[in-house]
């Protein structure tokens, strides 16, 4: 079945404890990005891959890295982790030709004391 | 990227047609309007995309005026299972950066 997994589904961690969440795809997409959805504030892109190797900052990109070694996985890191990265984050691919068509994971929701 | 604004809510009856408008005043000539629809719990799904005039397919119809400065997405005939949240974006050709927004939570009532 085609999908976007993440993983861990929920987390709770304290502040500084750096942590990974892992997304990967099996559809053979060049695109992938990271979301986080906050109360009020929407979808917000964080960081996007256009290919292996080549990342690029969203709109709140700030106390976040990302990596794109493999085609299908594209982990989001959180070096050190505050409270106020506490949201519910969401992993997107899609097809380079087809970009618009975004495939969503079921998200991870994130809570950092 | 073209801002976009639509309705902070919706709410409608079983068996209604449904319209949210999308205004997106700043469009460019090679931007397109997509819509996602977000059910509770689940992340966005793709629904619809569209440059001009109208677009259909089995879920929804977008229609957008010649000006392209706003859109709306038509739901027909709607069931509670439509309750979601539907966002409008302006996608450009050739950037990979992508603005949600808020939405328009859409309620629907038996």
């Known amino acids: 079945e085609a999908q976007v997994t993440q993983n861990p589904r929920y987390l709770i961690t304290v502040t500084g404890k750096k942590l990974t969440v892992t997304c990967s795809q099996n559809m053979n997409h060049e695109y992938m990005s990271w979301y986080r959805q906050d109360p009020g504030l929407g979808l917000r892109q964080i960081y996007y891959s256009m290919n292996v190797e080549v990342t690029d900052k969203g709109d709140v990109p700030e106390g976040y890295k990302v990596s794109r070694k493999e085609k299908r996985n594209f982990p989001l890191i959180l070096e050190s982790p505050s409270p106020n990265q506490t949201s519910l984050y969401f992993c997107a691919s899609s097809l380079k030709e087809n970009r618009d068509t975004q495939y969503f994971g079921p998200g991870t929701r994130l809570t950092v004391l | 990227l073209a801002k976009t604004t639509q309705p902070i809510s919706m709410d409608s009856y079983e068996g209604q047609e449904v319209n949210i408008t999308c205004s997106h005043n700043?469009?460019?000539?090679?931007?397109?309007i997509t819509w996602y629809q977000q059910f509770p719990s689940q992340g966005p799904r793709f629904i619809i995309q569209?440059?001009?005039t109208k677009v259909t397919n089995e879920v929804a119809s977008l229609f957008i005026p010649a000006d392209r400065k706003s859109s709306t997405l038509s739901l027909p005939r709607v069931s509670l299972s439509d309750t979601a949240v539907y966002y409008c974006?302006?996608?450009?050709?050739?950037?990979?950066?992508?603005?949600f927004g808020t939405g328009t939570r859409l309620k629907v009532l038996a």
């Open positions: 700043n469009i460019a000539t090679n931007d397109y």
């Open positions: 974006l302006v996608t450009t050709s050739g950037t990979y950066k992508y603005i």
């Open positions: 569209g440059y001009k």
